[in-house]
């Protein structure tokens, strides 16, 4: 499985990454299960990709921890939003 | 209906001018605008620096408009969000609307406003003379489109 990750606002600043393509190990089922894995990664990862403090998208729709991914999928990570 | 994203300014009596000649039938534009404000409560800031989220954000801005659409008799709307770097007093966002009546072109311009506010993948962040500030998601932001979801 291949995904289409995103980063914007804070976490891609903070983690110094706009986007990226990753290929989860199986047992990755949901957008949640993602976070977990990109976790391994080390503490900054933790810090700066924890639940309550960001939102995400799936195909450019909002989405939830429990949101189901798939192959080919383009996932966002981004903190609050703020326009107008 | 109509949506921009870019970094150029744009003129509001140009704007505004097109909306009037959409339909015959326009007897109300409502339209507001949004601006930089004074960054001087924190003299490290530089200016304010806004991204998007590129094919979502239209997408997002889309849908707000069909709702708004299903909600009120609407002839016309506009809607341009800047992105890039901004300083005070720089327009950020503009939103239009013409109809046949008054009361739907307010009520639906502020509707479009304030699900922009929650439901569009924009940031702003403050740049400082060293790194910068994201700006979030105000509660009051949330507590006025929260009203819209009572009405519906």
């Given at each position: 499985?291949?995904?289409?990750?995103?980063?914007?606002?804070?976490?891609?600043d903070?983690?110094n990454?706009?986007?990226e393509?990753?290929?989860?190990?199986?047992?990755?089922?949901?957008?949640?299960?993602?976070l977990?894995w990109?976790?391994?990664?080390?503490?900054?990862?933790?810090?700066?990709?924890?639940?309550?403090?960001i939102?995400?998208?799936?195909?450019q729709?909002?989405?939830?921890?429990?949101?189901?991914?798939?192959?080919?999928?383009e996932?966002?990570l981004?903190?609050p939003?703020?326009?107008? | 209906?109509?949506?921009?994203?870019?970094n150029?300014?744009?003129?509001?009596?140009?704007?505004?001018?097109?909306?009037?000649?959409?339909?015959?039938?326009v007897g109300?534009i409502?339209?507001f605008?949004?601006?930089?404000?004074?960054?001087s409560?924190?003299?490290?800031?530089?200016?304010?620096?806004?991204?998007?989220?590129?094919?979502?954000?239209?997408k997002?801005?889309?849908?707000?408009?069909?709702e708004?659409?299903?909600?009120?008799?609407l002839?016309?709307i506009?809607?341009?969000?800047?992105?890039?770097?901004?300083?005070?007093?720089?327009?950020?966002?503009?939103?239009?609307v013409?109809?046949?009546?008054r009361?739907n072109?307010?009520?639906?311009?502020?509707?479009i406003?304030?699900?922009?506010?929650?439901?569009?993948?924009?940031?702003?962040?403050?740049v400082?003379?060293?790194?910068?500030?994201?700006?979030?998601?105000?509660?009051?932001?949330?507590?006025?489109?929260?009203r819209?979801?009572?009405?519906?």
């Amino acid at each position: 499985m291949q995904i289409e990750l995103l980063y914007f606002g804070r976490p891609s600043d903070n983690l110094n990454i706009m986007r990226e393509t990753v290929s989860p190990p199986a047992g990755i089922v949901t957008i949640g299960d993602l976070l977990n894995w990109l976790h391994l990664r080390g503490e900054i990862w933790v810090l700066e990709l924890t639940e309550s403090k960001i939102r995400c998208a799936l195909n450019q729709e909002f989405a939830s921890w429990n949101s189901k991914i798939k192959d080919k999928d383009e996932i966002a990570l981004f903190s609050p939003i703020s326009g107008g | 209906m109509s949506i921009s994203i870019q970094n150029e300014d744009f003129d509001i009596c140009v704007e505004l001018s097109a909306l009037r000649s959409a339909s015959n039938n326009v007897g109300a534009i409502v339209s507001f605008v949004g601006l930089v404000r004074d960054l001087s409560y924190d003299e490290n800031i530089q200016n304010i620096h806004v991204e998007h989220y590129p094919g979502m954000s239209e997408k997002a801005l889309n849908k707000i408009i069909l709702e708004a659409k299903s909600r009120w008799e609407l002839l016309a709307i506009r809607v341009i969000h800047r992105v890039g770097t901004l300083t005070p007093n720089d327009q950020i966002v503009m939103v239009a609307v013409a109809s046949t009546h008054r009361g739907n072109a307010f009520s639906s311009c502020e509707f479009i406003i304030d699900y922009l506010k929650t439901d569009a993948p924009f940031w702003k962040k403050e740049v400082k003379t060293q790194g910068g500030e994201w700006v979030v998601t105000k509660e009051s932001d949330i507590e006025r489109m929260q009203r819209w979801m009572q009405k519906s």
